[in-house]
T-cell receptor, first 109, second 114 residues
């Protein structure tokens, strides 16, 4: 399974943008890049996904490098409710998710 | 808004006992997944169903774990006998069948084996 590399933790101030990086140098041409987050004591929650082009939705933006070997999840204005573990996942055939350890995002007020 | 339902939310059992978890996916979702999440780690896929058929159970410890989705709707995951190392969160998720679609997760069942 293709792997991703994320920082163990990051910290942000409330109301400021957050850029969460992810490296996936072994990505193949058909792998989708998915981001999920997991709030404390809850199941994971889908955030966004993309294949080649940058994507925007109401929760976040996903910036994908031209060579697709890295991507960045952008939260435009972090709130305390965005404190969670963020997982960057390459989705291979059959929609299988292989979770890594993710990035723990702490948001300071 | 439609949600994935799981029960029970919490389960405490003694080792060597049998336990079962139930999941009801979002209506119309053909694909159902069971994950196990050990504290401090990301979820690990145990089994994936497409309708009533198992399409991936490569990480399911088949000597003690079993999963079924008889009518292609709700699903049951069973552990018999439970071991101390089975203490974890068991998560169910569902999705439309196509690759790239998001998975919707339930709240999970927290299992503690004493």
């Amino acid at each position: 399974d293709a792997k991703t590399t994320q920082p163990n933790s990051m910290e942000s101030n409330e109301e400021e943008p957050v850029h969460l990086p992810c490296n996936h140098s072994t990505i193949s041409g058909t792998d989708y890049i998915h981001w999920y987050r997991q709030l404390p004591s809850q199941g994971p929650e889908y955030v966004i996904h993309g294949l080649t082009s940058n994507v925007n939705n109401r929760m976040a933006s996903l910036a994908i490098a031209e060579d697709r070997k890295s991507s960045t999840l952008i939260l435009h204005r972090a709130t305390l409710r965005d404190a969670a573990v963020y997982y960057c996942i390459l989705v291979i055939r059959g929609n299988k998710l292989v979770f890594g350890a993710g990035t723990i995002l702490r948001v300071k007020s | 808004e439609a949600e994935v339902a799981q029960s029970p939310r919490y389960k405490i059992t003694e080792k060597s006992q049998a336990v079962a978890f139930w999941c009801d996916p979002i209506s119309g979702h053909a694909t159902l997944y069971w994950y196990r999440q050990i504290l401090g780690q990301g979820p690990e896929l145990l089994v994936q169903f497409q309708d009533e058929s198992v399409v991936d159970d490569s990480q399911l410890p088949k000597d003690r774990f079993s999963a079924e989705r008889l009518k292609g709707v709700d699903s049951t995951l069973k552990i018999q006998p439970a071991e101390l190392g089975d203490s974890a969160m068991y998560l169910c998720a569902s999705s439309l069948a196509q690759q790239g679609n998001e998975q919707f997760f339930g709240p999970g069942t927290r299992l503690t084996v004493l």
